[in-house]
């Protein structure tokens, strides 16, 4: 018999998250912040200047559920700093899903 704990487990892949974020003091702290106080082990973090000189791109990789993920996303968007999310496809890795700040 499967507990809720054992589901959960068997359900978590590896997703990729790209951020585009404002290069502003604290702003990458705040990111990462988001994902420790919810307790997600960040498995690979990348972090480079833009194109754009004043944004900051972030890969991130971690292993989360589908439901946990879309949570993420949604908090990550209630960030101010935070001003693009792409989730990027590990098996189709030329594909993106891509999520945009409005407003």
Sequence with gaps: MNTNNETSQIEKQENTLCL??????GAIERVIGTFTL???????L???KSKLSQLFKMK???????KELEN???ILHNQIHVLEIKLMMEENPSKEI???KVG
């Design 20 to 25: 585009f974020i404002e290069n502003k003091l």
């Design 38 to 44: 919810r307790g997600y082990s960040i498995e690979n």
């Design 46 to 48: 990348i972090c480079t």
């Design 60 to 66: 991130i990789t971690l292993n989360c559920t589908d």
């Design 72 to 74: 993420l996303v949604k």
């Design 98 to 100: 891509k999520t945009s």
